[in-house]
């Protein structure tokens, strides 16, 4: 059964500060891997998509990158500002299923 | 476009009680899913529908039914409501062959008393 970890649950960090949140999951056999963002009481908006046979995916400040074989794909931040401030989630799509499978989520604070 | 719109946006229900919670998408997107979201626990999915007439479980299905008879809508009924079922429920859709373009509602925060 896949399994999605995102560590750490929050994180707070000053304004301007380069930041990487982190995602792992346990089964490489994945078809893509998407970062959301959710802001509180709303729904979630997708940031970037990562197909499996991709190793990075970039859209201004952010880039994520994802390595299969380990497991793992990271969320850079760079320049925060207090409108990041948000939950980040990552979700894999499972291969030859229609299924996304979340992590918990990192609350990130950024800091005036 | 409206996008993905659900409705109630707050419900509180008695254990035992039933109830529909109501999704609609006005961009033609084959498929639709339901998950739920609780603290700590990221969001689960509960039912999917690849199209009119077709939908299948998720990882959570247990207490909710589904049916899809239009494109534009994915109903998901609680038949006998309890505590458990307390969370904040997500409708979400997209294109069959692209996960590029997936829209999710704003959500619905069922409490059950």
């Known amino acids: 059964k896949q399994e999605v970890t995102q560590i750490p649950a929050a994180l707070s960090v000053p304004e301007g500060e380069n930041l990487v949140l982190n995602c792992s999951f346990t089964?490489?056999?994945?078809?893509?891997l998407q970062w959301f963002r959710q802001d509180p009481g709303k729904g979630l908006t997708s940031l970037l998509l990562?197909?499996?046979?991709?190793r990075e995916q970039t859209s201004g400040r952010l880039n994520a990158s994802l390595d299969k074989s380990s497991g793992r794909s990271t969320l850079y931040i760079a320049a925060s500002q207090p409108g990041d401030s948000a939950t980040y989630l990552c979700?894999?799509?499972?291969?030859?299923?229609?299924?996304?499978?979340f992590g918990q989520g990192t609350r990130l604070t950024i800091n005036p | 476009n409206a996008g993905v719109t659900q409705t109630p946006k707050f419900q509180v229900l008695k254990t035992g009680q039933s109830m529909t919670l109501q999704c609609a998408q006005d961009m033609n997107h084959e498929y639709m899913s339901w998950y739920r979201q609780d603290p700590g626990m990221g969001l689960r999915l509960i039912h999917y529908s690849v199209g009119a007439g077709i939908t299948d479980q998720g990882e959570v299905p247990n207490g909710y039914n589904v049916s899809r008879s239009t494109t534009e809508d994915f109903p998901l009924r609680l038949l006998s409501a309890a505590p458990s079922q307390t969370s904040v429920y997500f409708c979400?859709?997209?294109?069959?062959?692209?996960?590029?373009?997936?829209?999710f509602g704003p959500g619905t925060r069922l409490t059950v008393t």
């Open positions: 979400a859709s997209r294109p069959l062959g692209s996960f590029y373009e997936q829209y």
């Open positions: 979700a894999v799509a499972l291969q030859g299923a229609q299924k996304l499978v």
């Open positions: 990562i197909q499996s046979s991709q």
């Open positions: 089964d490489s056999a994945i078809y893509n």
